[in-house]
C-alpha cells in the first residue's frame, strides 16, 4: 500500500534559522502530494498542494518540489519565525482507488525566539 | 474559506456511556473522514465515508465505533461503549473527491473518559 515517511520531531530551531523537513512517500500511483500544518489547538489545514511532478508548490514562505524519480516532497522555509510552531504532516492521494490520503506521521517544530 | 464544524468541542462522559460526535461538513463535499489524536501524538485515521457506506477503515476503529450521516444531516461518530483510550481529540474531515483532494478539517471535539 501507500507510505509516507517524513522527519522524525521534534525540530527545534531559532527564529531566523532555515528548515528542511524530509518528505519520502511510496506508491504505485502517480500521486498529488500535500503540506498541511497543524497548529496548537486547531485542525490540520493544508498549506499547499502538488499535483504535477517537477513542480513546486509554495505558501506563507514554505516550498517543497515534487521529486517523482527520487519519490521526495521535502518541505524548506529560509527563515522561520515563532510563529512557525505547529506540526507538518506531508501527504499523498492517488487516483487508484483509494479513497482516502495517506498522512505521515507528522514533524513537530518549535523555533525559539 | 469553507468551514468543517464540530460539535461539542469538549465532551467529558464517564465509562461505559455511549457518546456521538457531530461533525458538519463543507455543503457540497461528498467524502467525510475521523481521525483520532492522543495529547501529544500525531494524528491517526480512523474511517472513511462516502454515499452512505464506510469505505476503508483502520484498526484503531474498533467494533464499538460506528459512523453514519442520515439524509445528509450531520456526520456522526458514535462510540458505545466507551472505554478510557477512547479519550483523545477526534477530527471530522471532508473533501470534494477522494484521495486527491484537499481536505478540510474541523477544530476538533475533545473527548474525556472518566
Known amino acids: 500500500g501507500d507510505s509516507v515517511t517524513q522527519t522524525e520531531g521534534p525540530v527545534t530551531l531559532s527564529e531566523g534559522t532555515s528548515l528542511t523537513v524530509n518528505c519520502s512517500y511510496e506508491?504505485?500511483?502517480?500521486?498529488?502530494l500535500f503540506w498541511y500544518v497543524q497548529y496548537p489547538g486547531e485542525g490540520p489545514q493544508l498549506l499547499f498542494k502538488?499535483?504535477?511532478?517537477?513542480e513546486k508548490g509554495s505558501n506563507r514562505g514554505f516550498e517543497a518540489t515534487y521529486n517523482k524519480e527520487a519519490t521526495s516532497f521535502h518541505l524548506q522555509k529560509a527563515s522561520v519565525q515563532e510563529s512557525d510552531s505547529a506540526v507538518y504532516y506531508c501527504?499523498?492521494?492517488?487516483?487508484?482507488?483509494?479513497?482516502?490520503?495517506?498522512f505521515g506521521k507528522g514533524t513537530s517544530l518549535v523555533v525559539h525566539p | 474559506g469553507p468551514k468543517v464544524l464540530q460539535i461539542p468541542s469538549h465532551q467529558i462522559i464517564d465509562m461505559g456511556q455511549m457518546v456521538t460526535l457531530n461533525c458538519d461538513p463543507v455543503?457540497?463535499?461528498?467524502?467525510f473522514y475521523w481521525y483520532k489524536q492522543i495529547l501529544g501524538q500525531q494524528m491517526e485515521f480512523l474511517v472513511n465515508f462516502y454515499n452512505g457506506k464506510v469505505m476503508e477503515k483502520s484498526k484503531l476503529f474498533k467494533d464499538q465505533f460506528s459512523v453514519e450521516r442520515p439524509d445528509g444531516s450531520y456526520f456522526t461518530l458514535k462510540i458505545q461503549p466507551t472505554a478510557l483510550e477512547d479519550s483523545a481529540v477526534y477530527f471530522c474531515?471532508?473533501?470534494?473527491?477522494?484521495?486527491?483532494?484537499?481536505?478540510?478539517f474541523g477544530p476538533g471535539t475533545r473527548l474525556t473518559v472518566l
Open positions: 506508491t504505485k500511483q502517480y500521486p498529488t
Open positions: 455543503s457540497n463535499h461528498l467524502y
Open positions: 502538488v499535483p504535477k511532478a517537477n
Open positions: 501527504a499523498l492521494g492517488d487516483r487508484g482507488g483509494n479513497y482516502k490520503p495517506t
Open positions: 474531515a471532508s473533501s470534494f473527491a477522494g484521495n486527491y483532494a484537499e481536505q478540510f
